[in-house]
C-alpha cells in the first residue's frame, strides 16, 4: 500500500506556461522524492507596458511517502 502527499507549488518562467510547469516540477523533485503527477491549479501572466513578461503556474504536486 502506498500513500501520498500533495503540495501546492507556484512556478514561473519568461518563456511560457509549459516552461514553468516543467522548471517547477524540476524544482519539486530536487527537494520531493517519488513525485507521480501534478495538477495545474492556476495560470497567470504578469504583464508590463501592454506586453507578457511572465508566466506563472499553481500546481498541486503529488508524491509519494517514503516506507
Known amino acids: 500500500m502506498s500513500i501520498a ?3 501546492e507549488i507556484s512556478a514561473t518562467s519568461t518563456t511560457g ?5 516543467r522548471e ?4 519539486a523533485s530536487q527537494t ?4 507521480r503527477s501534478a ?9 508590463e507596458d501592454g506586453e507578457v513578461v511572465e508566466y506563472q503556474v499553481n500546481m498541486m504536486v503529488t508524491f509519494v511517502l517514503d516506507d
Open 32 to 35: 520531493l522524492r517519488g513525485v
Open 39 to 47: 495538477w495545474v491549479k492556476e495560470q497567470q501572466v504578469r504583464v
Open 5 to 7: 502527499r500533495v503540495t
Open 24 to 27: 517547477g516540477i524540476r524544482r
Open 17 to 21: 506556461f509549459e516552461d514553468a510547469v
